[in-house]
């Protein structure tokens, strides 16, 4: 066992520290402003109005503007909008429901209609196209329950399998390190106020499954140190974790290097689309090396026996 300065397990308090302050930075600017969740997680109607050409920001805000005039002219109140590019630009704008649903498919008639008229001339020449599609409470909430349980579900298959693949301390240490992975996403996507909607949800599930890659290599390096250390002298739980993090940092930190540096290019010169998904990548990819590399063996100590130096005995596993 490896006897030279590398102690990431002896400074755990602070690696702790660190994310409990994003996170809880994070819960104070959700419990002021809200996460700026998308259209798909807000019941209501959505008007999509597309042109298949790209839109300068003065020829969005212009079409922009004219759009909502219109919706707000039907005594309606516009709760979101929101600019996408899918072969062109599209303008989505979100307004609550408004009465019994007769009285809403009337009212979304009646938009409809009025915007057709306004935009006749394009129409015509099929470079614009008018969608209106209105989305239940229900069914957004159901949505967002859905890819919940999706998240929950996962975790607990991986900690299933960590639990049988090594140890039971080791698979909720995964766990609560994945958790925290989570928690920093959503914090920093709360904080710099990006867009919550299905991307999101994608970019999560995408960053659980390649953080535990990385944790279940440092565990499998804690299990075979764990073997060899029962023969030794003076060999602590603290030793087998820092051993195991150091023969695996530079694969981590390379891994990790390499993907970030193709997601900020995209997040940088990709579409709006894109870039939201980007983001809560770059934020995962960083929560995710930091929490297999500081949090997750750092967890496993002190589940393994509460202290850092705990001597290793001979077990099962």
Same mark, same amino acid.
């Given at each position: ?170 698979? &909720? *240490?995964? /766990?609560?390190? $994945?958790? +925290?992975?989570? %928690? ?5 996507? !709360?904080?710099?106020? @990006? ?64 993907? &970030? *540096?193709? /997601?900020?290019? $995209?997040? +940088?010169?990709? %579409? ?5 998904? !980007?983001?809560?990548? @770059? ?35």
């Amino acid at each position: 066992m490896s006897k030279k300065q590398f102690d990431v397990i002896g400074k755990s308090k602070i690696w702790f520290l660190i994310p409990a302050i994003i996170i809880v930075a994070g819960i104070v600017v959700m419990l002021m402003l809200g996460l700026n969740t998308g259209i798909e997680f807000e019941g209501g109607t959505i008007v999509n109005v597309t042109f298949n050409k790209d839109l300068t920001d003065a020829e969005y805000n212009t079409e922009l503007s004219k759009t909502v005039k219109i919706i707000e002219s039907n005594g309606l109140v516009v709760a979101q909008t929101q600019k996408s590019y899918d072969n062109g630009t599209s303008i989505l704008v979100r307004y609550e429901n408004k009465g019994t649903e007769d009285e809403m498919i009337a009212l979304n008639e009646t938009v409809k209609s009025t915007l057709t008229e306004s935009y006749r001339a394009q129409i015509d020449d099929e470079a614009v196209g008018i969608t209106i599609e209105t989305i239940s409470n229900t069914a957004s909430q159901e949505l967002l329950l859905r890819a919940t349980i999706a998240i929950v579900a996962a975790s607990i298959v991986m900690l299933v399998y960590i639990g049988f693949r090594f140890d039971w301390k080791s698979g &909720l *240490a995964a /766990i609560i390190a $994945l958790i +925290v992975n989570v %928690l920093f996403m959503v914090s920093c996507t !709360a904080i710099f106020q @990006i867009q919550v909607n299905t991307s999101f949800i994608a970019a999560i599930i995408t960053i659980i499954a390649y953080s535990i890659n990385s944790t279940i290599i440092i565990f499998d390096r804690v299990r075979e140190y764990k073997k060899k250390a029962v023969h030794l002298e003076k060999v602590t739980k603290k030793d087998i974790a820092n051993d195991a993090i150091k023969s695996s940092f530079t694969r981590t930190i390379y891994a990790t290097f390499t993907t &970030l *540096a193709t /997601i900020t290019v $995209l997040a +940088v010169i990709a %579409l709006p689309s894109i870039r939201e998904f !980007a983001l809560p990548i @770059i934020f995962g990819l960083l929560a995710g090396s930091f929490s297999s590399i500081c949090i997750a063996p750092a967890l496993w100590v002190v589940l393994s026996g509460g202290k850092l130096n705990d001597k290793v005995k001979t077990e099962s596993k």
